[in-house]
Protein backbone atom coordinates (compact mmCIF):
# COMPACT_ATOMS: atom_id res chain seq x y z
CA UNK A 1 0.00 0.00 0.00
CA UNK A 2 0.88 3.45 -0.35
CA UNK A 3 0.37 4.79 3.29
CA UNK A 4 1.13 3.64 6.92
CA UNK A 5 -1.21 0.57 7.83
CA UNK A 6 -2.51 -0.33 11.14
CA UNK A 7 -4.65 -3.27 11.99
CA UNK A 8 -6.89 -3.81 14.26
CA UNK A 9 -8.47 -0.21 13.52
CA UNK A 10 -10.41 -1.18 16.54
CA UNK A 11 -10.01 -3.51 19.54
CA UNK A 12 -11.93 -4.10 22.43
CA UNK A 13 -10.73 -6.36 25.40
CA UNK A 14 -11.30 -7.03 28.89
CA UNK A 15 -9.07 -5.92 31.74
CA UNK A 16 -6.25 -8.12 32.00
CA UNK A 17 -5.78 -9.79 28.66
CA UNK A 18 -3.00 -9.15 25.99
CA UNK A 19 -2.94 -7.30 22.91
CA UNK A 20 -0.94 -6.77 19.76
CA UNK A 21 -1.01 -3.91 17.49
CA UNK A 22 0.84 -3.96 14.19
CA UNK A 23 1.72 -1.41 11.96
CA UNK A 24 3.03 -1.67 8.06
CA UNK A 25 4.78 1.47 7.57
CA UNK A 26 5.99 2.87 4.07
CA UNK A 27 8.27 0.58 2.35
CA UNK A 28 12.07 1.80 2.52
CA UNK A 29 10.81 3.87 5.84
CA UNK A 30 13.91 3.58 8.23
CA UNK A 31 12.00 4.92 11.22
CA UNK A 32 9.60 3.94 12.99
CA UNK A 33 7.25 5.41 16.05
CA UNK A 34 4.97 4.86 17.93
CA UNK A 35 2.50 7.28 20.14
CA UNK A 36 -0.46 7.00 22.02
CA UNK A 37 -3.35 9.59 22.34
CA UNK A 38 -6.14 9.13 24.78
CA UNK A 39 -9.47 11.08 24.01
CA UNK A 40 -8.81 15.10 23.55
CA UNK A 41 -5.23 14.79 24.32
CA UNK A 42 -1.74 15.13 22.59
CA UNK A 43 0.48 12.66 21.26
CA UNK A 44 2.32 10.65 24.07
CA UNK A 45 5.86 9.32 22.46
CA UNK A 46 5.82 5.37 23.44
CA UNK A 47 9.19 4.07 21.38
CA UNK A 48 11.11 4.86 18.20
CA UNK A 49 13.00 2.03 16.02
CA UNK A 50 15.28 3.40 13.33
CA UNK A 51 17.14 1.05 11.17
CA UNK A 52 18.88 -1.33 12.94
CA UNK A 53 19.81 0.35 15.58
CA UNK A 54 18.78 -0.22 19.52
CA UNK A 55 15.42 1.52 19.46
CA UNK A 56 14.51 3.98 21.85
CA UNK A 57 12.22 2.75 24.54
CA UNK A 58 12.19 6.18 26.77
CA UNK A 59 8.38 6.55 26.25
CA UNK A 60 7.03 3.25 27.29
CA UNK A 61 4.64 3.67 30.20
CA UNK A 62 5.54 0.31 32.18
CA UNK A 63 6.87 -3.29 31.88
CA UNK A 64 3.81 -4.18 30.67
CA UNK A 65 4.62 -2.40 27.23
CA UNK A 66 6.50 -3.85 24.17
CA UNK A 67 7.36 -3.51 20.60
CA UNK A 68 9.52 -5.22 18.30
CA UNK A 69 9.85 -4.48 14.68
CA UNK A 70 10.91 -7.21 12.64
CA UNK A 71 13.01 -6.98 9.43
CA UNK A 72 13.58 -3.48 9.36
CA UNK A 73 9.17 -2.79 8.41
CA UNK A 74 6.73 -4.11 10.54
CA UNK A 75 6.34 -3.65 13.95
CA UNK A 76 3.96 -4.79 16.60
CA UNK A 77 2.86 -3.30 19.93
CA UNK A 78 1.94 -5.39 22.91
CA UNK A 79 0.55 -4.63 25.82
CA UNK A 80 0.19 -7.65 28.62
CA UNK A 81 -2.65 -7.55 31.19
CA UNK A 82 -4.48 -4.34 30.11
CA UNK A 83 -5.81 -1.89 32.34
CA UNK A 84 -8.42 0.70 31.44
CA UNK A 85 -6.44 3.28 31.77
CA UNK A 86 -4.47 2.00 28.26
CA UNK A 87 -7.60 3.11 26.69
CA UNK A 88 -7.18 5.24 23.66
CA UNK A 89 -5.94 5.57 20.11
CA UNK A 90 -2.27 4.05 19.12
CA UNK A 91 -0.58 5.98 16.56
CA UNK A 92 2.37 4.84 14.32
CA UNK A 93 4.25 6.79 11.99
CA UNK A 94 7.03 6.06 9.61
CA UNK A 95 9.67 8.35 8.72
CA UNK A 96 12.05 8.40 5.61
CA UNK A 97 14.93 9.46 6.98
CA UNK A 98 16.07 10.13 10.83
CA UNK A 99 17.83 13.51 8.94
CA UNK A 100 16.89 16.75 9.90
CA UNK A 101 13.98 17.25 7.24
CA UNK A 102 12.20 13.78 8.00
CA UNK A 103 8.32 14.16 7.89
CA UNK A 104 6.40 11.40 9.90
CA UNK A 105 3.45 9.37 7.50
CA UNK A 106 0.95 8.57 10.46
CA UNK A 107 -1.77 5.40 10.17
CA UNK A 108 -5.17 5.68 10.79
CA UNK A 109 -4.22 4.85 14.48
CA UNK A 110 -6.07 1.43 16.11
CA UNK A 111 -8.43 2.52 18.60
CA UNK A 112 -8.02 0.38 22.25
CA UNK A 113 -11.06 0.10 24.56
CA UNK A 114 -10.06 -2.23 27.89
CA UNK A 115 -13.25 -2.36 29.49
CA UNK B 1 13.93 21.98 28.97
CA UNK B 2 12.26 20.92 25.49
CA UNK B 3 8.60 21.52 25.45
CA UNK B 4 6.18 23.22 22.81
CA UNK B 5 3.25 25.32 23.42
CA UNK B 6 -0.01 25.93 21.65
CA UNK B 7 -2.51 28.41 21.80
CA UNK B 8 -5.31 28.27 21.51
CA UNK B 9 -6.11 25.15 23.30
CA UNK B 10 -9.92 25.33 21.05
CA UNK B 11 -11.33 27.79 19.02
CA UNK B 12 -14.63 28.27 17.61
CA UNK B 13 -14.99 30.27 14.46
CA UNK B 14 -17.76 31.28 11.67
CA UNK B 15 -17.36 29.81 8.02
CA UNK B 16 -15.30 32.12 6.12
CA UNK B 17 -13.21 33.62 8.86
CA UNK B 18 -9.74 34.06 9.65
CA UNK B 19 -7.44 32.78 12.43
CA UNK B 20 -4.41 32.44 13.57
CA UNK B 21 -3.06 29.41 15.99
CA UNK B 22 -0.09 30.00 17.90
CA UNK B 23 3.16 27.66 18.33
CA UNK B 24 6.00 28.36 21.11
CA UNK B 25 8.87 26.21 21.39
CA UNK B 26 11.61 26.26 23.82
CA UNK B 27 13.43 23.26 21.61
CA UNK B 28 17.35 24.19 21.03
CA UNK B 29 19.13 23.91 19.13
CA UNK B 30 16.28 23.75 16.68
CA UNK B 31 15.85 22.21 13.16
CA UNK B 32 12.71 22.51 11.98
CA UNK B 33 9.21 22.89 12.41
CA UNK B 34 6.05 21.24 11.05
CA UNK B 35 2.29 22.16 11.69
CA UNK B 36 -0.10 18.97 11.32
CA UNK B 37 -3.62 19.15 10.69
CA UNK B 38 -5.22 15.81 12.44
CA UNK B 39 -8.85 15.33 10.85
CA UNK B 40 -10.95 13.40 14.03
CA UNK B 41 -10.72 9.82 13.94
CA UNK B 42 -7.69 9.73 11.40
CA UNK B 43 -4.16 10.42 11.50
CA UNK B 44 -2.15 13.82 11.59
CA UNK B 45 -0.88 15.10 7.66
CA UNK B 46 1.53 17.35 7.27
CA UNK B 47 0.79 20.76 6.11
CA UNK B 48 3.75 22.85 6.32
CA UNK B 49 7.37 22.74 7.59
CA UNK B 50 9.04 25.69 8.73
CA UNK B 51 13.17 25.97 8.67
CA UNK B 52 15.67 28.25 10.45
CA UNK B 53 16.07 30.87 7.34
CA UNK B 54 12.57 30.61 6.60
CA UNK B 55 10.03 32.92 7.95
CA UNK B 56 7.06 32.47 5.93
CA UNK B 57 5.21 29.75 3.66
CA UNK B 58 1.61 29.01 2.18
CA UNK B 59 -0.08 26.31 1.14
CA UNK B 60 -3.14 27.07 -0.31
CA UNK B 61 -5.29 28.69 2.21
CA UNK B 62 -2.58 28.13 5.06
CA UNK B 63 0.60 30.12 5.85
CA UNK B 64 2.96 29.44 8.71
CA UNK B 65 5.26 31.92 10.22
CA UNK B 66 8.08 31.36 11.86
CA UNK B 67 10.30 33.72 14.20
CA UNK B 68 13.41 31.90 15.22
CA UNK B 69 14.81 34.60 17.74
CA UNK B 70 11.94 34.14 19.75
CA UNK B 71 10.90 31.05 19.25
CA UNK B 72 7.22 31.48 17.44
CA UNK B 73 5.41 29.99 15.35
CA UNK B 74 1.93 30.91 14.03
CA UNK B 75 -0.56 29.11 11.15
CA UNK B 76 -2.97 31.82 9.94
CA UNK B 77 -5.79 30.01 7.89
CA UNK B 78 -7.54 32.12 5.50
CA UNK B 79 -11.76 32.18 4.84
CA UNK B 80 -12.28 28.98 7.11
CA UNK B 81 -14.04 26.03 5.27
CA UNK B 82 -16.12 23.56 7.34
CA UNK B 83 -13.43 20.74 6.51
CA UNK B 84 -11.02 23.16 7.83
CA UNK B 85 -12.43 21.59 11.88
CA UNK B 86 -9.53 19.28 12.98
CA UNK B 87 -6.88 19.73 15.54
CA UNK B 88 -3.82 21.34 13.96
CA UNK B 89 -0.40 20.02 16.13
CA UNK B 90 3.07 22.06 15.95
CA UNK B 91 6.09 19.70 16.31
CA UNK B 92 9.74 20.71 16.79
CA UNK B 93 12.52 18.50 15.44
CA UNK B 94 15.60 19.74 17.39
CA UNK B 95 19.56 18.71 16.23
CA UNK B 96 20.25 15.88 18.61
CA UNK B 97 19.52 12.99 20.23
CA UNK B 98 18.22 9.78 17.75
CA UNK B 99 14.22 10.54 19.09
CA UNK B 100 14.18 14.23 18.55
CA UNK B 101 10.74 15.53 17.98
CA UNK B 102 9.00 17.48 20.63
CA UNK B 103 5.18 17.75 20.17
CA UNK B 104 2.38 20.49 21.38
CA UNK B 105 -1.22 19.28 22.44
CA UNK B 106 -2.79 20.93 19.46
CA UNK B 107 -5.24 23.63 19.15
CA UNK B 108 -8.76 22.35 18.34
CA UNK B 109 -10.54 24.49 15.34
CA UNK B 110 -14.15 23.86 15.03
CA UNK B 111 -15.17 25.58 11.73
CA UNK B 112 -19.23 26.34 12.21
CA UNK B 113 -21.86 27.29 9.50
Known amino acids: GAGVSQSPSNKVTEKGKDVELRCDPI?????LYWYRQSLGQGLEFLIY????????KSGLPSDRFSAERTGGSVSTLTIQRTQQEDSAVYLC?????????????FGEGSRLTVL | KNQVEQSPQSLIILEGKNCTLQ??????????LRWYKQDTGRGPVSLTI?????NTKSNGRYTATLDADTKQSSLHITASQLSDSASYIC????????????FGTGTRLTVIP
Open chain 1, 93 to 105: ASSPTQGAAGELF
Open chain 1, 27 to 31: SGHTA
Open chain 1, 49 to 56: FQGNSAPD
Open chain 2, 23 to 32: CNYTVSPFSN
Open chain 2, 50 to 54: MTFSE
Open chain 2, 91 to 102: VVRGQTGANNLF
